[in-house]
């Protein structure tokens, strides 16, 4: 069962790595939802706090992982609009 | 400190649903990525079945609606590109 909660983990940290590429390849965020972004960055922000209150390591280094790429397409977003 | 827990959860899960929106609205897919998309989503679905194995109400509440909106946000990059 542990299995499935670190595939889980790995899949939806790792997924924003291409979204992260794609916007600095191309500096393309038109279609990207700035609300979405701001509030998931935000929303990381409040897992990493949870993680590091919980002393959970993989939470912890997941969610400091997503959180700089949230940050990499969200900056690309109100740079390149 | 379980509020901290529910405002990240609130916050990652309902912050989809701009990006949903804005797909729908505008057709525009262009600059997402359909490997986030497509990573995230089978990453969802594993933490779904976690929190299904793990008898957790709000877990599993949060990853269906997750869930209903990542693929709303990828049948839309399928569809148009």
Same mark, same amino acid.
């Given at each position: *069962?542990? !299995?499935?909660?670190?595939? @889980?983990?790995?899949? !939806?940290?790792?997924?924003? =790595?291409?979204? @992260? &590429? #794609?916007?600095? $390849? !191309?500096?393309? %965020?038109?279609?990207?939802?700035?609300?979405?972004?701001?509030?998931? !960055? =935000?929303? &990381?922000?409040?897992?990493? =706090?949870?993680?590091? *209150? *919980? $002393?959970?390591?993989?939470? %912890?280094? @997941?969610?400091?992982?997503?959180?700089?790429? @949230? =940050? &990499?397409?969200? $900056?690309? #977003?109100? #740079?390149?609009?």
């Amino acid at each position: *069962m542990e !299995t499935i909660g670190w595939l @889980a983990s790995v899949l !939806t940290t790792f997924s924003f =790595v291409p979204q @992260a &590429i #794609k916007v600095i $390849r !191309t500096k393309d %965020t038109a279609s990207i939802s700035l609300w979405m972004y701001s509030l998931f !960055t =935000v929303g &990381i922000l409040f897992w990493l =706090v949870y993680g590091v *209150m *919980m $002393r959970n390591g993989p939470m %912890t280094f @997941a969610n400091v992982t997503t959180l700089v790429l @949230a =940050v &990499i397409i969200l $900056r690309a #977003k109100i #740079k390149n609009g």
